[in-house]
């Protein structure tokens, strides 16, 4: 079992930054890929960045050059830094882990933090 936990949200102007931490427990983090999504009111959840165990990376579209994730395996945590933020990208941001390689499938991830509010006003 892998516990998560998310913190960092908050309400930003657009063009703003926020930087979101996840906090894991449990598991062996450094063998996990690790991956955020979000999800706006009345849409599904979807797919924003992942980080594997090798810390390769992969992002969505809407999101790349402007969103980097890290981590810490030190620690057990990782890391979304949000620059340029848009009012677009409000949403509740979720962590997540899986034991494979990198997944843009939430279905495929095994364990959820409980999420945090990021808000973007224009």
């Known amino acids: 079992q892998v516990q998560l936990v998310e913190s960092g949200g908050g309400l930003v102007q657009a063009g703003g930054s926020l930087r979101l931490s996840c906090a894991a427990s449990?598991?062996?983090?450094?063998?996990?890929?690790m991956g955020w999504f979000r999800q706006a009111p009345g849409k599904e959840r979807e797919f924003v960045s992942a980080i594997t165990w090798t810390t390769n990376t992969n992002y969505a579209d809407s999101v790349k050059g402007r969103f980097t994730i890290s981590r810490d395996n030190a620690k057990n945590a990782f890391y979304l830094q949000m620059t340029t933020l848009r009012p677009e990208d409000t949403a509740v941001y979720y962590c997540?882990?899986?034991?494979?390689?990198?997944?843009?499938?939430?279905?495929?991830?095994?364990?959820w933090g409980q999420g945090t509010q990021v808000t973007v006003s224009s």
């Open positions: 449990g598991r062996t983090f450094s063998s996990l890929t």
């Open positions: 997540a882990a899986r034991t494979g390689w990198f997944s843009t499938n939430k279905g495929e991830y095994d364990y």
